[in-house]
């Protein structure tokens, strides 16, 4: 007792959670009573309890259970914080409570379970008792089952989800206790209640015994609707509303309120309920085979596999693009019936299970089915009529109209009938809504046709698709479309939409599935939830059918024809109401009688009663002789005013009309009667509509030849659109007849039509302007200008009541707009027959580049067709796929090519939305800020065209609103709030957004946050308070407050709903201040941010004052794309065009327009639409902003510039023309600019640019401005590098001839500046014929071209001496004096004593140097010549310098003929002491072109272009005559500039044949080897020449090596006849590379190869053999670290590091990438030790990689070796031993030469450092000394290895033994020549070498004969054609060491010569 009084003195709280089972029974006692007295249920004492109620329900204690269960229903039912509880309370009941024997406990638990219902926590109680449904227990499984029907019973299907429980029944049948079987069969039954038939398709796998039993109970259940019983704790004022209706007696009243209650049985779709089925994965592996298979048996099949797996009610979403194809190719081309008809009930199939994930799908299957529709059995017909049902419930009628209506002319009739049988099911399925008048009128249209159709099958399908559309959209909406049929048709169509409206009525009662024809009826299940109401939306329309004949009589009579009266009827009629005078004397011949006539007729028509005037009578009367023909105007006059009258008072009809019109039109250009007759035509079309009158009076018009008729009557109807408006128009008639106008030679009547253009441009804005793209240029500034004036105006408001009733007809519920209509009427390419296979697997392929180029061809397409059609083929896969490629460049591109492509479809582009818009939106998730700008301005492109609609409806935008991706949350919901808050209306679908809006209300991105914020005011416009409250109450709780919080904020500043109207009805209207803009955006634009077609202004009356939303104004940001467009092989088919003269060819003397609008049309496509538009302007300073423009994207858009080069030279050969400077200064800073930048990627210009652009620049150095002279002249040169020089000169010489005296002297300068550049072979066609039109010159009257002629010869002397006299033919006495006058001074002013032996040799381009002296006063113009000769860039004028110690070039010696006036005198030498020096023979098959060359780089680059030619021949022909070059100019700097570009050539040859020849069957392999074999021989060759090996750059012996490596892994090359030698020859070659090329450049070469293999797939192989190369040069490096450039390796090593980190190499496959580096990082550490860390200076910044750190760790001293190096220090401290000591340490030096031996000698004295540093020093010395006298006993090499491969040390060998033996011997006599005036005396250079030639004497004497031999033996190799065998082994290249005696006999030769 002692311990019950020691707990009992506990608090409540703390008795529960006793030890001792009564404490706990007390205290849950206590706590019941104190929560029944508790009245505030948020008072303080909840919450003691609140982590104690779990307790009160896992109590072990069976009797304190019971007592703790009540207490926690009392909690749970008072306390406000009990929702806190329910997870765990709940579990708690499920696994303490329901497996009690007690039934009490059992039923208190599930009480506590309800009650946590009904306080709002239905979802967290459903899944806990739906975990309990998986428990072992039996017991727990049954009370589960039981809590969860109770739940459902009493709460209904609306507070309960039913898709789990129905998802688990299956399951509960199967379970082997019988009660968990009978429990799991009630809760069936209560499930049955609520959703009826939409839960058996679940339940069809249950047993048949269950199933049947399940049938009988179902039987049972009473047939009203499901009511709930109990209600939530906010629905208590619907309870207390159910219990009024209960009290009065009317349960099932169908007011408001009952229906409310009603709900709460909602419509369940079964589809639904269903779980997926994945088939794509079930398919058979053969199936695609065995479907492709010749046998119908294994296509019979494949297909009934597809079937049995396409009969799942709902399929998993997936990638059905292969089958859909597949099952469309079996329809449309199976010959077999009975496949076909399998087939379309497979597609049927996967259109019923996936809904509207199908309709991707269904623009691609739709037209191939109605094709097939021409079968005529039966059976195929009914299944492609179910299948196309199918289709149709996936999409909408307005994505496949394209399609209806393409196959509506076919010619085969069962096609048209079928297609109109299909519109009528469709369109019993739709509403209003969901059919756009702009929809309406086009299937109007076509049905229309087929009413007069021949076959009776047709008219009748057609009527009654019309009836089912007239009952649908309603007759007054209809009627104006069937205004031309006549009444026994109209009557029939009347009497199909009856029939129609019995059969909606007889299925609407059954208040169940929609009225649906029996091929509609889709084989599944049940038909989508949103087709449910369409039965109950279809009434309105039906009921909105008749019209109200009071109100509209006059219209009704209109649109009836009224019948011809005969003329005796008329006058009749006329005489009954007309006065007896006046009939009489309407005939008179009087004219007095006649005007008293008519103005008696006039007062009577006014008089009479409107109603009863006999219209057509009394107009009938007006035409009674002379009738219209009146000769007197005041009779015209007043018979117009009777028309008038009677068209205004009278009913007058379109017949009456017809009397008068022809008479009106024919009066109307008359000067006294044409006021007149446009006011009764004013009041005829007020009576008629202006439409009809409009289109009769033009056609008439046009119909006379009276100029003055056309445009008077022209002028009429416009001043009639501004008065009546211009609804109802026919736009297209209207178009073709201003057509007609514009056409007219009559000047006025071209006014009339601009001026009628301009106002109709007012109501359709910029898409009137596509109409007439193709007028004369001329002719469209003046409509654009006529547009222009319209801008800022807005449509005046009709004044007219006819035109208020047209306006009523035409635009109520319009929701598409002008616009729209007028883009249906614009001509559209249909682009699928463009859209290739070829052209898709590009876009697909791995190779970006490849991918990239697919992206170009498809946006060349789009920019070539402007307006396309909707039938895109595959490209809708392609393009959604490179949506999400990797390479972020491509996706811009993608994304640029939608947009595009959307304003290019146009409306069209609404069938794609799901296809090809949704994926934008899930680009608007990228990481990149650049991609989610695209997308966001694709998204905004689309939408534009298609409307919101489309977007929002079904649950893709829902979905993509779930991605967790902040980037895209934030961007969709910003557009969604700035889309929602324009629009009137939304679908019910938005409302699958408010999940994910809310989950966007808590995201951990404070930015998603604020978006989820900013839209839920605009949601809550659309959706409303309630629902989105309502869909609060759904999460859970601490979610739930935050967002009700955030709900009651937002509904106080919710904006208005937006009024229904044109401007918020997609696409958006343009106001007329944007339409010449948006003119202008034709053609379209790929880089305009929000390219749109604008939609029409509306002219419904009452609606003119409406404000017109503008889009953003033009700025920046439209700028922001590329200026310049890649489109593939265009410039090639230009030059094909411009070459059969399909277009103009660019030559004229004055640029004429249609040159320009040629070049205008040509860059369209090419270029950005506003940098086309600045080009094109005329405003020079739109010139200015363009080029400025090209000068900033020049170096970024190098591609796309040569892409389009030629049209850009063309544009500035324009500028040439223009009057103003600083246009022409900015045109040519921006060709320096160009022209140096074509020069350094090595472009030559196509032969199509070159004439299109040189002409004119030789035009322009006539100019009369110094400034642009000299920018012209610039230019020119710099032209030289991307045209060969040769090419020009024609060019030039045509200048010559201009009448422009400055002209004239700057070509002649020019030509001089080219002569002493290149020499005289530069002269075309001849040097003789050209020099003798220059020396016309000579007599010139002008001084300036006299003496630039004059100079240009002297150039020519200098080069060729006396033979100019011979090539400049007869001058004149006084002609030739002034010439040899100037030749004279020249050479005196030029002579100076060490060159005059300059003169007596022969002259090559170099010996030019006396161009360069100083002018006197009549050689100033030469003086700018010579200027412009020292301002050439080194690049030209470096392959003419020739070194002193090769300005003798026996070559030309011996082929230069010309006589010689004195001789140098030759040194006689001793030949036994002379090495022999190899010197290169010239092949006898040399060509006579490069031998007699001069300067021979225009020739070298001609035969370097040879090796590129796709002709084997040629190629190998251009390599062997390259072999000739090196061989002939070896020892020249000729070829320097060259071995990029013959490298270049190499590699593109290569490539070709790997690629393409390797892969041609009709190529004989035999010549692929061959060629193999002459490119690696000729690369050999140029390899072997010392000063051409180094010059090759990293980047293309980058290249070079990759391409030889590729061929070197390729295992097709062993497959060749001679692939056995190519293989060791490339080795050889690699050899030869790693000798004599640059290390540096090599090394940087691996390495970025090296990383470019690494980055992209690759073959192992392939990343091996680069990294065995890699290893080879680190054999090199201790022989060549001194020739190594440390600095730039380890900058590559740096960038290799910042891709590749080390942890990134470890993870590769294969770590030798990781070991490599590291070995060469250790190597060069190794080498260099410590100073290693001094040559990072390259790189900016060391923390990017971890370099720096691993060197530093590197020359980190071990403490081995620390420890190793003391020792040393110790015994060298030791006298004994301090020799031996020295020793080891110096070999320890060379062991480690990375350790600096500083640190450890700093605290020692300076005694024993300096011992220390003179010991190694000497040690030092003895081990050189001894490295050089070894090789004298082994017969070895002398030569240091670090000189070895050095070709300046055989130089300087070669020059030292030169000098020893008198060669270079300076002293010569006065008045010979030198070879070089820069030459040291022989005792200076002896100095220099003297040493090293004692040692090298003796050594190079013994293997003199050796070395010479195989030298010789490696030349004539090298110089034997390609069919040679390839050299076995690599071989030392040919050194300078000339055979003395050759040297000898050839110096003989060539004296003797003389």
Known sequence: MGDDSEWRKLPTDQKCEHKVWKARLTGYEEALKLFQRIDDDKSPEWGKFLGLVKKFVTESNTVAQLKGLEAAFVFVENAHIATRTVGEVVSGVVCKVFNQPKARAKDMGSDICLMYIEIEKAEAVQEELMKGLDNKNPKIVLACVETIRKALCEFGAKTLTLKPIVKVLPKLFESREKVVRDGAKQLAVEVYRWIRDALRPSLQNISPVQLKELEEEWVKVPPGAARQSRFLRSQQDLRVKYQQQQQQGEPGGDDQDGDEIEDSAPQVDAYELLEPVDILSKLPKDFYEKIEAKKWQERKEALDALEALAKNPKLEAGDYGDLVRALKKVIGKDTNVMLVSLAAKCLAGLAAGLRKKFGTYASHVVPTILEKFKEKKAQVVQALQETIDAVYLTTTLQNLSEDVLAVMDNKNPSIKQQASLFLVRSLRLSTTASLPKSLVKLLCAALLKQVNDSTPDVRDAAFEALGTMMKVVGEKTLNPLLADLDKAKLDKIKDSAEKMEAVGRKKGDEKSVPAQPAPMASSKSSVPPKKVPLAKKTKPAAG??????????????????????????????????????????????????????????????????????????????????????????QVLQLKMDVVAVVAQRGRFSKTSASVVLDALVDKVGDVKCGGKAKEALTAIAEACFLPWTAEQVVSMAFAQKNPKNQAETLNWLANAIKEFGFAGVNV???????????????????????????????????????????????????IDTEFQKMQGQTPPAATRGSSGRAADQETEEQDDGGAAEVVDLLPRTDISDKITGEMVAKMGDKNWKIRKEGLDQMAAVLSEAKLVKPALGDLPTALRARLGDSNKILVQQTLSILQQLAIAMGPGSR???????????????????????????????????????????????????????????????????????????????????????????????????????????????????????????????????????LLEKAKSSMPAKPIKGPTSAPPVKLAPSEA???????????????????????????????????????????????????????KEQRAKEEKSLKVLKWNFGVPRDEYVEQLKTQMAPCV??????????????????????????????????????DLILKWFTLRFFDTNTSVLMKALEFLKLLFLSLSKQDYHLSELEANAFIPYAVLKMGESKDVVRKDVRVIMGMMCKVYPTSRIFPFIMEGTKSKNSKQRAECLEEIGCLITLCGVSVCQPTAAKALKEIAVHIGDRDTSVRNAALNTIVVVYNACGEQVYKLIGNLSEKDLSMLEERIKRSAKET?????????????????????????????????????????????????????????????????????????????????????????????????????????????????????????????????????????????????????????????????????????????????????????????????????????????????????????????????????????????????????????????SALLVLLQDTLSSPVSSKFTDVVIKCLWRMMKFLPETIAHVNLDSILLDIHNFMKVFPKNALRQLPNDMAHRTLKTLLHTLCRLTGPKILDHLTLIENRKESELESYLQSVNVVKPKDKAELLQILKKISIKESDREGLVELWEYKQKHPHIDLSPFLQNMSHTFQTFIEQGLASINAEKRVTAKIHPLSTGECAAPPTEHLRPSVYMERLKALRQINGLENMDVPSGTGSVSGDCEKPDVKLSLFQDKLRMLHGLENKQKQDDTEGILKLSSHLLQGPEQALPQSPVKPPSSRPKLDDLRRRLERIKNNR
């Open 544 to 633: 909105g059918t008749h019209l109200d004949g009071g109100k509209t009589k006059k219209p009704k009579n209109n649109e009836l024809a009224e019948a011809q009266l005969s003329v005796e009827v008329c006058e009749e009629k006329a005489a009954a109401v007309l006065p007896a005078a006046c009939m009489q004397q309407l005939d008179s011949s009087n004219w007095k009688e006649r005007l008293a006539s008519m103005e008696d007729f006039l007062k009577a028509v006014e008089q009479m009663d409107g109603s009863e005037m006999p219209c057509q009578a009394l107009v009938q009367m007006l035409a009674k002789k002379p009738g219209w023909k009146e000769s007197n105007f």
């Open 732 to 782: 297209k008639a209207f178009i073709n007849n201003v057509k007609t106008a514009l056409g007219a030679s009559n000047p006025a009547v071209r006014t009339a039509a601009i001026y009628l253009l301009g106002v109709m441009f007012l109501y359709m804005g910029a898409p009137l302007r596509m109409f007439f793209e193709d007028e004369k240029p001329a002719l469209l500034s003046q």
């Open 911 to 1045: 069938q794609h939305v799901k296809t090809l818009g949704i994926p934008v939106v899930t680009a608007l998730g990228d990481g990149k800020n650049t991609v989610r700008s695209a997308a966001l301005s694709t998204l905004t492109a689309w939408v534009e065209q298609t409307g919101l609609k489309e977007w929002l409806e079904g649950e893709e935008l829902s979905e993509e609103l779930k991605r967790e991706n902040p980037f895209l949350r934030q961007e969709l919901l910003c557009w969604l709030s700035e889309r929602l808050a324009t629009v009137h209306s939304v679908p019910l679908d938005l409302q699958l957004c408010l999940a994910p809006l809310y989950t966007c209300l808590e995201d951990r991105n404070g930015e998603v946050r604020k978006k989820a914020q900013d839209a839920l005011p605009v949601f809550m416009t659309h959706l409303g308070f309630s629902k989105m409250n309502k869909a609060a109450g759904k999460l859970k709780p601490a979610s739930k407050d935050q967002v009700l919080a």
């Open 1076 to 1130: 010449a803009a948006a003119a202008a955006a034709m053609p379209l634009d790929l880089e305009a941010s929000e390219p749109k077609i604008p939609k029409a202004a509306s002219a419904a009356k009452g609606k003119s004052s409406q404000s017109v939303k503008k889009p953003p104004v033009k700025g920046e940001e439209d700028r922001s794309g590329p200026l310049f467009i890649l489109v593939p092989n265009r």
């Open 1168 to 1205: 950005a639409k506003w940098l086309q538009e600045d080009l094109f302007h005329a405003d020079f300073q739109h010139h200015v902003k363009a080029i400025n423009a090209m000068i900033e994207r020049l170096e970024v858009e190098k591609e796309a510039v040569v892409s389009c080069l």
């Open 1391 to 1643: 002579a100076q004593p060490p060159k005059q032996a300059e003169d007596k040799l022969p002259r090559t381009a170099a010996s030019n140097a006396n161009m360069l002296r100083k002018p006197t006063g009549d050689e100033q113009p030469a003086a700018q010549l010579r200027q412009r000769v020292q301002n050439t860039p080194a690049v030209l004028q470096a392959p003419c310098e020739v070194t002193p110690e090769f300005r003798l070039d026996l070559d030309l010696l011996e082929d230069d003929l010309s006589p010689i006036r004195e001789l140098p005198e030759l040194v006689q030498l001793d030949s036994g002491n002379l090495e022999p020096m190899a010197l290169p023979t010239p092949k006898p098959n040399l060509t006579s072109t490069l031998e007699h060359q001069q300067c021979p780089i225009s020739t070298i680059t001609a035969v370097i272009s040879k090796i590129t030619s796709r002709d084997l021949n040629t190629s190998i022909q251009g390599l062997t005559q390259m072999d000739t070059v090196f061989h002939q100019y070896s020892r020249s700097n000729v070829m320097v500039s060259n071995v990029n570009q013959f490298l270049i050539s190499t590699m593109i040859q290569l490539r070709l044949a790997h690629s393409s020849h390797m892969a041609d069957p009709r190529l004989p392999k035999q010549e692929v080897s061959k060629l193999y074999g002459a490119v690696i021989s000729s690369i050999m060759t140029m390899f072997s020449v010392d000063v051409l090996a180094q010059e090759a750059s990293p980047g293309v012996l980058k290249d070079l090596l990759e391409i030889l490596l590729t061929i070197l892994v390729d295992p097709r090359v062993e497959d060749l006849p001679q692939g056995q030698k190519v293989l060791p020859s490339i080795n050889r070659l690699l050899m030869q590379l790693f000798k004599d090329a640059d290390k540096t450049n090599l090394l």
